[in-house]
């Protein structure tokens, strides 16, 4: 599994988000997470339809496929439990 992260600096929810992926992503070595800023990565925004409303985190399987997306702030516990559950995605 994989996750594709798009945020801001000017965005209020990313900043929040931040500390909490870097928490997950330190308790959960195996989990492959791709950050991108939306300003500087317009092209890789529009392939993924990804607009200014952020942040957004893309849930990607193994063959590259999205299976969820979510949109905001989203909670330590609630980011944990989904990627505990579709972890052999």
């Known amino acids: 599994m994989k996750v ?5 600096v000017w965005c209020p929810g990313c900043l929040v988000m931040k500390p909490r ?3 997950i992503e330190q308790e959960m070595p195996w989990l492959q997470t791709q ?3 939306y ?6 925004a529009k392939k993924y339809d990804v607009t200014e ?4 985190f893309i849930f990607l399987d193994r063959d590259d496929k999205e299976f969820l997306r979510l949109k905001g702030e989203v909670s330590k516990e609630e ?3 989904i990627l ?3 972890k052999d995605r």
Do not use: C, M, N, Q
């Not at 409303?53 to 957004?56: C, E, G, K, S, Y």
């Open 21 to 23: 992926w870097k928490e």
């Open 53 to 56: 409303d952020l942040p957004v």
């Open 84 to 86: 505990s559950e579709h």
């Open 4 to 8: 594709l992260k798009f945020g801001a």
């Open 79 to 81: 980011l944990v439990r």
């Open 39 to 44: 300003d500087d990565s317009l092209e890789t």
């Open 35 to 37: 950050y991108f800023e």
